[in-house]
T-cell receptor, first 114, second 116 residues
Framework: DAGVIQSPRHEVTEMGQEVTLRCKPI?????LFWYRQTMMRGLELLIY????????DSGMPEDRFSAKMPNASFSTLKIQPSEPRDSAVYFC????????????FGSGTRLTVV | AQKVTQAQTEISVVEKEDVTLDCVYE???????LFWYKQPPSGELVFLIR??????QNEISGRYSWNFQKSTSSFNFTITASQVVDSAVYFC?????????????FGTGTRLLVST
């Protein structure tokens, strides 16, 4: 199994630009999570999906952030327009249907907004 | 509400020392799962262990051991004979069953520095 695949690994963009982060979960996993990690706030859950349906987006910081999961094998997290304070590592994770399983995390996308 | 507290921000030890990382959790759910993840300097998050709320048996895996005590709501992690490769940030996490859907709540992490 290739694990959770995130792209790009690194992204540098100018303030005001649109940024799209991508995630391919592990096949057969029905839950998908987007986390953001910063020094100040640690690991924050932004949004999670169950069977492609967004369940809880209360962690999405602002309307500038949006996430979609059009099918079971793909999700995107979009920031439009981006701001320097969005600079962070964004992790995608997936987990299987069985209760209590741990998440498998992707390698993360390091976003720098200048 | 669910909460995980890792009071130790950073711990420094010398190789071969034993070290214990503390984790205290809060939840009103009776069914929950506890996890430890390792984040080495390369940045990825590596799953180490899962324990469910009905299983208070301690677990040992090589140099790693975990002590789960419901009475004190703690799930501590001990590394025996630490090595430089153990240097990483370690996260404790809690997953509860709420209306059938599950969120993983992380503590703030403990940075472990193992020197020679």
């Amino acid at each position: 199994d290739a694990g959770v695949i995130q792209s790009p690994r690194h992204e540098v963009t100018e303030m005001g630009q649109e940024v799209t982060l991508r995630c391919k979960p592990i096949s057969g996993h029905n839950s998908l999570f987007w986390y953001r990690q910063t020094m100040m706030r640690g690991l924050e859950l932004l949004i999670y999906f169950n069977n492609n349906v967004p369940i809880d987006d209360s962690g999405m910081p602002e309307d500038r952030f949006s996430a979609k999961m059009p099918n079971a094998s793909f999700s995107t997290l979009k920031i439009q327009p981006s701001e320097p304070r969005d600079s962070a590592v964004y992790f995608c994770a997936s987990s299987p249907p069985e209760g209590g399983q741990g998440y498998t995390f992707g390698s993360g996308t390091r976003l720098t907004v200048v | 509400a669910q909460k995980v507290t890792q009071a130790q921000t950073e711990i420094s030890v010398v190789e071969k020392e034993d070290v214990t990382l503390d984790c205290v959790y809060e939840t009103r759910d009776t069914t929950y799962y506890l996890f430890w993840y390792k984040q080495p300097p390369s940045g990825e998050l590596v799953f180490l262990i899962r324990r469910n709320s009905f299983d208070e048996q301690n677990e040992i895996s090589g140099r790693y051991s975990w002590n789960f005590q419901k009475s004190t709501s703690s799930f501590n992690f001990t590394i025996t004979a630490s090595q430089v490769v153990d240097s990483a940030v370690y996260f404790c996490a809690l997953r509860t069953w709420n209306t059938g859907f599950q969120k993983l709540v992380f503590g703030t992490g403990t940075r472990l520095l193992v020197s020679t």
